[in-house]
């Protein structure tokens, strides 16, 4: 039922060739000039970094430069998260040229710092894509904020020494602003700054010859308040964890390592926003500390963390455990002490935001409490797959009841839930089917093959995953 979830867009032409063969024939059409074959990405974070937008970033690089393309990455020399951390300033990784420019200014905690070095990113990014020659394509998300108006810039600007001839954009739409700016009141709906930043933001959905948007939610947003984006593919992230077997507790080094065993654990693992509120998750908490039976793990880093550590403090919080992004090749074992993984999303960021912790969490095997507004897309996930809760933010009492419900239910009933999550995972959410797609439309673009063979499949789901589905097929390129 997964594959009613989400919209795809679809190659008419893929081949059957091998991986290795077709990279050899598009080298070779690189080679005669009858391909364009340079794509550069623009962006603030991006691999060995362990925020998920930078290994999203990456994924799809490798993937490109796998198939014969030259990619190469201008990001940021230092850590998203943590800015302390520094990285090499040229690097070629998986056939990916990294080019890092230097930050010395930046903190996510100081809101001035923060603006400096955002404008800071976007300078060194005009310059460097600017004066990088033949650029064919360029590919865009939304860190820093506002590097799709700089990315649209340097195309029109390179455009004139090229007769004409502009690069190919493309738009990955991980969050939406000004909209999220606004849902948080941290800018007031018509004043000047939320015009600016909306006429930016039409200004780069006009120009983009591919949005990406990650949930139907969001496409429809994409398209309000005269927004004009020209083509739309809607397509979820994929996990970065393979949906293996699920690893046994009692085998998992990482519960033994942090007092675990024996106890059942409700995680929250990865970005702590106040676009994902656990206010609610934070009070079940406080209402069961005086169960030794239940751990509360609270994994990653972000604005709202300090919010968690506050919390355990002032109440003396034992059940609780905090810690900060675990390595990449710890994943499996973190994400797989839990018993169930806390999923949020707040109630104004339907189709702002992307809930993707919901991934990480089915990968593992392990059913879902969501928190959040219905519909949404986790929503649609939970009642179409049957993998987990959800619970309105506010509702302490029945986030403390389903919680109870979970710990009690027999561990075959458990895993039955997470075993659907990881089929899921398994058939069209995918993460080589998605990064397939992806790559094979953006490929399309390059190769300028698509004229006639691509469409786009739309697949609407209703307020339930039971509402019968009509799919509408549309050509995006004339």
């Avoid at 018509?190 to 039409?202: K, Q």
């Avoid at 083509?231 to 998992?252: G, Q, R």
């Avoid at 809760?389 to 302490?396: E, L, Y």
């Avoid at 995918?430 to 190769?447: D, Q, S």
Wanted: proline fraction near 5%; charge should be positive; aromatic fraction near 8%.
């Amino acid at each position: 039922m997964a594959e009613n979830l989400v919209s795809v867009g679809r190659i008419a032409f893929e081949s059957g060739a091998s991986p290795s063969n077709r990279k050899e024939e598009v080298s070779a059409a690189i080679g005669r000039g009858d391909v364009p074959g340079r794509l550069v990405i623009l962006t603030q974070v991006y691999v060995p970094d362990p925020a998920a937008v930078g290994q999203h970033m990456h994924d799809f690089a490798a993937a490109m430069a796998a198939r014969g393309h030259e990619v190469i990455v201008y990001c940021s020399s230092r850590g998203y998260d943590d800015p302390r951390q520094s990285f090499p300033r040229f690097e070629i990784r998986d056939g990916v040229k990294i080019i890092r420019y230097s930050l010395p200014i930046f903190t996510k905690s100081n809101m001035l710092l923060r603006i400096v070095g955002s404008i800071w990113a976007q300078v060194a990014l005009f310059f460097h894509a600017l004066f990088t020659l033949r650029t064919e394509l360029i590919f865009f998300s939304t860190s820093p904020p506002m590097i799709g108006v700089t990315a649209t810039l340097v195309a029109k600007i390179k455009s004139l020494f090229s007769f004409g001839k502009q690069a190919q954009l493309v738009y990955w739409v991980m969050d939406l602003n000004p909209d999220q700016l606004i849902a948080m009141q941290k800018l007031r709906a018509g004043s000047l700054a939320h015009r600016l930043l909306e006429a930016a933001n039409r200004f780069v959905l006009r120009n983009a010859d591919l949005t990406i948007a990650l949930d139907r939610f969001m496409d429809a947003r994409l398209k309000q308040h005269g927004r004009a984006p020209q083509k739309v593919l809607v397509l979820p992230p994929w996990s970065h964890e393979k949906p293996d077997a699920p690893l046994p507790h009692t085998a998992n080094w990482f519960r033994d390592k942090h007092g675990l065993q024996g106890r059942f654990v409700v995680m929250y693992s990865g970005n702590h926003s106040p676009a994902n509120p656990i206010d609610t998750l934070l009070a079940a908490a406080l209402a069961f500390k005086d169960d030794d039976t239940i751990r509360f793990a609270f994994i990653g880093g972000g604005a709202a963390k300090k919010q968690v550590n506050a919390q355990i403090e002032r109440h003396g919080l034992r059940n609780c455990l905090s810690l900060p992004y675990q390595p990449l090749g710890d994943l499996r074992y973190s994400l797989g002490a839990a018993d169930v993984h806390a999923v949020s999303l707040g109630e104004d960021m339907l189709g702002i935001v992307h809930p993707c912790k919901v991934y990480g969490a089915m990968a593992v095997g392990r059913p879902i409490l969501y928190l959040g507004p219905r519909p949404s897309h986790v929503s649609d996930l939970i009642e179409g797959e049957g993998i987990g809760w959800h619970i309105a933010h506010g509702d302490v009492a029945g986030c403390v009841a389903a919680i109870q419900e979970m710990k009690d239910l027999a561990t075959p009933d458990l895993a039955a839930r997470g075993a659907r999550a990881q089929a899921a995972l398994r058939s069209s959410l995918a993460p080589t089917h998605l990064l397939n797609v992806m790559c094979n439309v953006i490929e399309g673009l390059l190769v300028g093959r698509v004229a006639e063979k691509l469409v786009y499949v739309e697949q609407h789901t209703g307020e339930r995953a039971s509402t019968a589905r009509s799919d509408k097929v549309h050509n995006m390129i004339d």
